[in-house]
């Protein structure tokens, strides 16, 4: 795609309390966000009028204590198809994503839902496929074991590909029955024909998210979005390299898949003023307990790391513990520090405005705080916004980004008014929406039938 017709997609990821672990502590905050249809149908309206592509429902198929310290509307929270149904009701353009997992799913329920809810949004269907991060989901589906990635990814694989045959021989005019699919493969028997009639967008968009080299395959192969997770712009744009060479191998263009990082935008009016909102959530985080030596623990995905000066002190490289966390950090522990430690530091005074040796100096509870969230995220101003999020897209570490609102409503509300209006007038961002459907918002026509396309390259 030409430099002039590139077009930013932006996504909002939506965790009912905000994706910061204190989004919860605000006065605007709800606790029963989570459950809350018409505060959900609210917020995707706000995203709707802004022109976002999407609005995404990342899921989990278990319930887990430990996100009650990081993000506790993600420990219990509605079944992403009904919520889905009910949002398309609520919204007439903007894309609606629902994270299906393969691993616990099986490809007719799938293909119908989803093809049922491309029909109740008229085309603004999405399908995120994920394998799963979460091994306690096992137990809850009768299995012994979360399958290790191999296994997923076979499956996987074969499962999306049931799935987009049962949307191609689907009931159309040209064939009212739909065309049996008569599927006898590895892992699945499916006679077909689809029950629910031909899509409005005929495939639903499809989404993915991963990390392995399998991850990698299935999303370039499959996937017309790409949800990354890369923190810095070197190791963005060598994902980003690295899908597009991928897809390539499958006959597809750069512009037929768009990679869109996460990006958590803590925006105000001023500088000083979304500094003051950062500091602010960071404030109501409790230290955790320091640790005996050796024993530094880390949280898994989503789950956050240990808050406390134990933890700092692994990725430091140096023993900080000891020090009050309130103090501000020497200037010599820049020369110390490994070069992780570094970047933590780096990032620190980028995200703060605080350094080792102005007026304004770093704390050791910065250092933490930083640590604890270290994905994507700017602070600042609408401009400063803008900037990071157009360097990130010209030096093509992204197409664009799934926006992780810190809290909810206002950080949605913040960014729809004061980010994406300066995204408009650079013409990076479209002013209205071009079509009905989300394969519209992306640009990409409707596809072409998977036998079709297969015979093509045997021709
Ligand atoms: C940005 C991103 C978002 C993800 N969202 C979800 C999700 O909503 N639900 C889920 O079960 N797993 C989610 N995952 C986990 C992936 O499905 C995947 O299982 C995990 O990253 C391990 O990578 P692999 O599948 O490539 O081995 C996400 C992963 C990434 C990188």
Redesign the pocket.
Known sequence: MSQATRRLHLGLMFWATGTHAAGWRLPDAREDAAFDIEFLQHVTQVAERARFDFLFL???LATDPRLQRTNPAQMSRLEPFTTAASLAAATSRIGIVV?A?PTYYDPYSVARLMGSLDHVSAGRASW?I?????DIAAANFSRTEHWE?GK?YDWADEFVDVVKALWDGAPSVEAPAGVPLDHDGRHFRIAGPLDVPRLPQRHAVILH????D??RELGAREADVI???QPDIPSAQAYYADIKQRAARYGRGEDEIAILP?LTPIVAPTTEEAVAIYDRLNAFLPLDPEEAAGEVRKGG?GRGRRRNLSALSETLGVDVRGNDPGAVVESALYGQASEAGRRLIDETARRTRRSLTGAARISYRDLIDTAGAMGAIVVGNPEEVADFIQAWFDQRAADGFNIFPAYVPGAVEAFAELVVPVLQRRGLFRLDYEGPTFRDHLGLGLPGSRRDRDQLVRL
Not at 130 to 134: L, P
Not at 209 to 212: K, L
């Open positions: 990342g899921d989990r994270t997992n995120n994920v394998t799963g991060a979460d990635t997923r998210a991963g990390t392995s399998r991850s949800f990354a997770g996460g995905l």
